[in-house]
């Protein structure tokens, strides 16, 4: 079992930056895939961002290509989300994710889900 607790949320301006992060516990993280996912009010939870096990690999939603960056630091066990020129439509609730094995954008196939962080964006 992974324990994945999220933290970094918070209300910023538009053209704003947060960082988040995501510390997993539990059991080894060694072989996990990590992502970060998103939901607004009204709308499904949608794909932001994964990284692989080394960080050698990353990955990313077009609406963010750019502006966010996934990084990790196995040594801490932790995954963090650079978010930069933040927009109001980046307003969602933050879900980390992992998962055993490589990344992938299809949420049904992450195994385990932090309880999510509220980033508000103000115009």
């Known amino acids: 079992q992974v324990q994945l607790v999220e933290s970094g949320g918070g209300l910023v301006q538009a053209g704003g930056s947060l960082r988040l992060s995501c510390a997993a516990s539990?059991?080894?993280?060694?072989?996990?895939?990590m992502g970060w996912f998103r939901q607004a009010p009204g709308k499904e939870r949608e794909f932001v961002a994964a990284i692989n096990w080394s960080g050698g690999s990353t990955y990313y939603d077009d609406s963010v290509k750019g502006r966010f960056s996934i990084s990790r630091d196995n040594s801490k066990n932790t995954v963090y989300l650079q978010m930069n020129s933040l927009k109001p439509e980046d307003t969602a609730v933050y879900y980390c994710?992992?998962?055993?094995?490589?990344?992938?954008?299809?949420?049904?196939?992450?195994?385990?889900w932090g309880q999510g962080t509220q980033v508000t964006v103000s115009s």
């Open positions: 994710a992992a998962r055993n094995g490589g990344p992938s954008q299809a949420m049904g196939r992450w195994s385990y």
């Open positions: 539990g059991r080894t993280f060694w072989g996990y895939a």
